[in-house]
């Protein structure tokens, strides 16, 4: 057997990400035995399985999902190389790989991507949305170009540059009336059911540290690790939730919640852009860097992120 070649680990990463060899065969434009003969190759050259054939489909062992996560940071290294030699005169070029937390990405990642493509066509900008924690984690393996985190002042593999400060709120269901001029303790929020943030989420860790200084008892009715799911959740009536500013820009017409600003205490995350410290910087990532604070702003000067601030204007 010769060594692993490119179109068995393109195979290798398609049937994990779809479960299904005859997916990954049409994504591939392959016929199935081929993909099948692919994955059997790369088998009997390592000499494990890496997938257990189920009923439900393709699933990847311990090694097939190790090794996947390598391929794709291997593919994604060969495309980005592709993409920044190909001769552009004058246009910047390249595959960027942008990280929003999901608290803010409903806000800016079409206004980024409109931006982008549209004063640089030659930049493919993929965009990944998740919490904090995981976000850092994949900066720091190298499937990341940049990231928003939050509650970051740096660390040995990264650097955190600050953007932005914003509060905590309350959400309720409309009929609550909560007004975003109104400011709302934390004891009256803990006065009833809380949708919590999962354990080990770095909110959850924030409204639990609020709470032990307001000297009030969480009723947790509901823990999820889905924003959105919070929300849903606060709408049909099963409870509050505490979210940031960010997460509920889009639902203050007072038609399905009512949020209001945390007070006593008063609860402020820091939102910071992270890249990684080693490394040439390609000029594509720069740029879309530039342009991801550029919609920042603009997010917070045009009034469409509640109760941020940035800053370098504080």
């Keep these: 057997m010769g060594p692993m070649d490119l179109k068995q680990l393109k195979a290798l990463v398609t049937v994990v990400e779809t479960g299904s060899v005859t997916r990954a065969a049409e994504l591939l434009h392959l016929v199935q035995p081929a993909v099948t003969r692919q994955i059997r ?9 890496l997938f257990d ?40 070029t390249g595959i960027v790989t942008v990280g929003l937390l999901e608290s803010a990405a409903e806000l800016l990642a079409e206004p980024l991507a409109r931006a982008v493509l549209r004063d640089h066509s030659g930049i ?7 919490y904090s924690g995981h976000l850092q984690q994949w900066l720091d393996d ?49 006065a009833h059911p809380i949708i919590m943030p999962s354990p080990g989420h770095g909110l959850h860790a924030l409204i ?9 008892e969480l009723d947790t009715a509901i823990q999820t690790n889905s924003m959105s799911l919070q929300k849903q959740l606060v709408r049909s009536g099963q409870g509050w939730t505490i979210l940031p500013a960010v997460g509920i820009a889009g639902d203050l017409d007072g038609s399905t919640l009512s949020a209001a600003p945390l007070c006593a205490p008063e609860v402020r995350r820091s939102i910071v852009l992270g890249t990684p410290r080693t490394g040439r910087v390609p000029p594509a990532v720069e740029v879309v860097a530039r342009a991801l604070v550029d919609q920042i702003r603009a997010a917070v000067h045009g009034g469409r992120w509640p109760s941020a601030v940035l800053q370098d204007e504080q």
């Design 41 to 49: 190759a790369l088998e009997h050259e390592l000499g494990v399985p």
């Design 208 to 216: 639990t540290g609020a709470a032990r200084r307001a000297g009030a």
């Design 124 to 130: 493919e900008l993929r965009v990944q949305t998740a």
């Design 53 to 92: 054939r189920t009923h439900q489909g393709m699933r990847p062992t311990k090694a097939g999902a190790s090794l996947a996560d390598r391929a794709r940071r291997a593919l994604t290294e060969l495309d980005r190389a592709r993409a920044e030699l190909t001769p552009a005169t004058g246009a910047v």
């Design 142 to 190: 190298g499937d990341l170009d940049l990231s928003l985190l939050y509650n970051l002042t740096g660390s040995p593999s990264l650097n955190a540059t600050p953007l932005v400060r914003e509060q905590l709120w309350a959400v309720a269901p409309a009929d609550c009336g909560l007004d975003p001029q109104e400011p709302v303790r934390f004891a009256e929020v803990a």
